[in-house]
Structures are given as structure tokens and as C-alpha cells.
């Protein structure tokens, strides 16, 4: 069972050691992704229904869920609306049914108190979750913890918000999209349009080209190649479609 091919789970499956990928690598360690949790000393369960997926090589493995919500697993990358401050903390919609997320106002690169950003109330931000558990507030950090750096974190500021499924936003998080997503979308679109792009793992993409009709152009592509399910070539003739029309 590889990352092409999967085999659908339960919530509250303890998966048996043969579901287990065979390490290529002795020294990685396995790497749990959204929808599994490891409960000591050695049972691996599932918190999601869905698609178990296995990425051999990397030594990963994880739920795939396209229609259910999102879970806040700790590393994900999101993006999320302020919705209150307090004192010392932002605190963060990441979706509508979760907990607000706790983002300390000094979780950003180079943050004092006196050059913390200001955000208010609707502001939209993106930010990994450095912790996560169903026993408390995620917590976010618009930052690296192991450099210091932003690394693309912070306020997002201008663009627009595009909400889609979330295997489409792991898909667009792959560094490699074409090989091991199936998604030559966002090169095709770069051909055409410069833009920028920051995705959530929580099903938001957040898209800033140089005026209105090219932001629509880029987040419709996103949008349709994933309701549609296209391949490649579809989402090629999908690009010259929506590039004709700017």
C-alpha cells in the first residue's frame, strides 16, 4: 500500500502492523499525518473516515479525507481570521466549528512588544499549529521555531480567500504537485498570470494576482480542477479557457 494506493478506515481502527510502511530507512522515524494518532506504547488508531495512505519512502502515513472537516493536527500550516485579542494572545478561526486557535502576539519573526503586528478583528493571517489536542486550543506561530523566520507567515494582506476540499489543499502543499499530486494547475496558470499563493491545510487558499479578474482566474482553476477531478491535460485546456477571458 502506497501513497497511490489506499484502503478506507474507520474512526477508531487500531491499524495491525502489516498496514504499517516497511521503513526504507532505518533512521527516520515514522510520521504520523491528519486522521492517525499514536497512543503508547506502539498502537497507531484512526481519528478520521477515509483513505489510509502510505508514503513508503518517507516513511509517512495518513488519512485522506476530502469531504469532512478539518481536525487541527500540530505542523499543519493554515490559514485563519482573527477573531478577538486579549492581552496577550490573537485568537484565530481556523473553521467554523472548531476551538479558536491562541496565537501569541510575539509569534511572529523579530516580534517585541513594541513592534508586534496590530491585527484586528477580521484580519487574516497564516500560521502553522505548533500544538494540537482535543484537550486544549490549538496553538498557532507565525514563524519557524527551529530558524526564527517567517518563512511566508504573517498577515495576508489584499487577495482573496478560496475554500476547497481538503485533499486538494494537501495535493497543492506537495512539493512536488505534478508527480505526486497529479496537479500541473498553478504552472500552467504561472504562465500566464504572476500571483501569489499561500495554502491551508485546512482548506483555504489565499490568492493575490495583479487585479481582480486574474485573482478569480487563478482560484476558479483551483476550484474546478478540483470539484472536477481534472488530469492533466484537462487542467491545461481549463488554463487556456480562463486565460482567453482576461
Known amino acids: 500500500m502506497t501513497a497511490s494506493t489506499a484502503t478506507f478506515v474507520l474512526p477508531g481502527e487500531v491499524l495491525p ?6 521503513r526504507s530507512n532505518s533512521t ?16 497507531i488508531s484512526t481519528v478520521l473516515a477515509g483513505s489510509l495512505c502510505i508514503d ?6 495518513w488519512v485522506e479525507n476530502h469531504t469532512g472537516r478539518y481536525i487541527p493536527q500540530t505542523h499543519d500550516v493554515v490559514l ?10 490573537y485568537h484565530c478561526a481556523i473553521t467554523p466549528h472548531t476551538a479558536f ?10 516580534a517585541t512588544k513594541k513592534s508586534r503586528p496590530q491585527l484586528v478583528s477580521g484580519s487574516l493571517i497564516y500560521a502553522r ?9 490549538p496553538e498557532l506561530a507565525c514563524y519557524n521555531l527551529s530558524t ?20 486538494m489543499a494537501r495535493r497543492l502543499l506537495l512539493k512536488k504537485q505534478k508527480e505526486e499530486g497529479g496537479l500541473v494547475v498553478l504552472e500552467e496558470i504561472a504562465k ?6 499561500a495554502v491551508g491545510r485546512n482548506g483555504r487558499v489565499w490568492v493575490k494576482a495583479g487585479g481582480v479578474n486574474e485573482t478569480l482566474a487563478v482560484g476558479t482553476a483551483l476550484q474546478e480542477t478540483d470539484r472536477e477531478g481534472l488530469g492533466w491535460e484537462e487542467q491545461e485546456q481549463l488554463v487556456k479557457r480562463l486565460s482567453r477571458q482576461l
Open 17 to 22: 502492523k502489516e498496514c504499517l510502511p516497511i
Open 28 to 43: 527516520t522515524p515514522l510520521r504520523l499525518g491528519p486522521g492517525l494518532q499514536h497512543t503508547p506504547p506502539s498502537a
Open 56 to 61: 513508503a519512502k518517507k516513511n509517512a502515513m
Open 80 to 89: 485563519a481570521i482573527v477573531h478577538h485579542s486579549s492581552t496577550d494572545f
Open 101 to 110: 486557535a491562541q496565537l501569541p502576539q510575539l509569534a511572529f519573526e523579530g
Open 129 to 137: 499549529i505548533v500544538s494540537a489536542s482535543k484537550y486544549m486550543d
Open 148 to 167: 526564527g523566520k517567517s518563512e511566508g507567515m504573517g498577515e495576508l494582506i489584499g487577495g482573496m480567500v478560496f475554500d476547497v476540499s481538503l485533499g
Open 192 to 197: 500566464k498570470v504572476a500571483f501569489e499563493v
